[in-house]
C-alpha cells in the first residue's frame, strides 16, 4: 500500500511503464496470443491503479494555519 507522495510517484511511473510496454506489445503480437499476452499487464495496471486511487481518497491530515 503506498504510504507518502514518494511512493504515489515511484507507483506511477511504474503503471506508466507497464502501460507503455503493453502498448509496444499491442503492436507486435500475434491475434491468436494476445489475450494471454496482454491479461497479466492489465491486471498488474488495474491493480497499481487501485492502490493509486485508495491513496488519494484516503482521510488526510487536517491542515494546520500559520
Do not use: C, F
Amino acid at each position: 500500500m503506498i504510504q507518502n507522495d514518494h511512493e504515489l510517484a515511484v507507483m506511477r511511473a511504474r503503471a506508466a511503464k507497464l502501460e507503455g510496454l503493453l502498448e509496444s506489445l499491442r503492436k507486435t503480437a500475434r491475434p491468436e496470443e494476445w489475450h494471454a499476452l496482454s491479461s497479466g499487464y492489465r491486471l498488474e495496471i488495474e491493480r497499481m491503479q487501485g492502490e493509486i486511487l485508495d491513496y488519494l481518497v484516503q482521510d488526510t491530515p487536517a491542515r494546520t494555519t500559520a
